[in-house]
């Protein structure tokens, strides 16, 4: 059965960090471009980062960039967000996702077969 499980999120005052697990079962994530979404209430689901299959290319959304840090640990058959200088903004419930495609990295969720239950994040002071 493929099943992704997130990890890691919680409460975090304006400027710290928090590092995003997406642990993997029933399959090899490296085989799979993996993104990064959050969803705030009210608000559509939006792309953080991706991290394709093939070479890992990364791409973020521009909010993002200089920030957030996606990366992969084959080791643990797990991708890790790094979020870092965390803004109120940042609040949101995060996903991860599996899209089964070769050879890409999107930020639009339409791309992605599998998903996560999701981990909530919140910024606050």
């Known amino acids: 059965q493929v099943q992704l499980v997130e990890s890691g999120g919680g409460l975090v005052q304006p400027g710290g960090s928090l590092r995003l697990s997406c642990a993997a079962s029933?399959?090899?994530?490296?085989?799979?471009?993996i993104g990064w979404f959050r969803q705030a209430p009210g608000k559509e689901r939006e792309g953080v980062a991706c991290?394709?299959?093939?070479?890992?290319?990364?791409s973020y959304a521009d909010s993002m960039k200089g920030r957030f840090t996606i990366g992969r640990d084959s080791a643990r058959n797990t991708v890790y967000l790094q979020m870092t200088n965390l803004k109120p903004d940042d609040t949101a419930v995060y996903y991860c996702a599996a899209d089964a495609a070769r050879y890409r990295c999107l930020l639009g969720p339409n791309a992605y077969d599998y998903w996560g239950q999701g981990t909530q994040v919140t910024v606050s002071s």
């Open positions: 029933g399959f090899t994530l490296d085989y799979f471009n």
């Open positions: 991290i394709r299959s093939s070479d890992g290319t990364t």
